[in-house]
C-alpha cells in the first residue's frame, strides 16, 4: 500500500485497482503485485490480493484462466468480463467522485471550514 497509508483504506480500494489494472491487460497475481507496487503500493499481501480476486471472480466481474509459466507451475490469469468493464467505469466514476469531496475537506487548511449552522 501506499507509504504510511492505514492497512484498511487498502481493503477499501483494492477492489477498484484491481478492475482498472485488468482494464489495461490480464495478468497473474503475482504480476498484479508488481505493478501495483510500481504505482507506489507497498507489496500487497496474498492473503488480501487473493480474497479479492476471488471476490471479484463470485461476482463475475472478473475470469481466470490457467497457462504454462515459462518457470515453475501454470499460472492463473485474471482478466475482466463485460461485466467487470462495466463495473471499473462505474467504480473509476465514483472514486472521482469521493476524491474530489475528500480533497475539498483535507485540503483546506485547518481552521477554514465553513461553521455548521447551530450554535
Known sequence: MPRNIPQQWLHGFLDVCLLCLLA???DYGRGLVERLAEVGFDEVPGGTLYPALLRLEKQG???TEKEVS???PPRKYYELTDLGLAAMHERRSAW???RAAMSAV?????GTHAPSGGM
Do not use: A, K, Y
Open 96 to 98: 472521482m467522485q469521493f
Open 106 to 110: 483535507v485540503e483546506t487548511p485547518t
Open 61 to 63: 466481474l472478473v475470469r
Open 70 to 72: 515459462p518457470s515453475g
Open 24 to 26: 489495461d491487460r490480464r
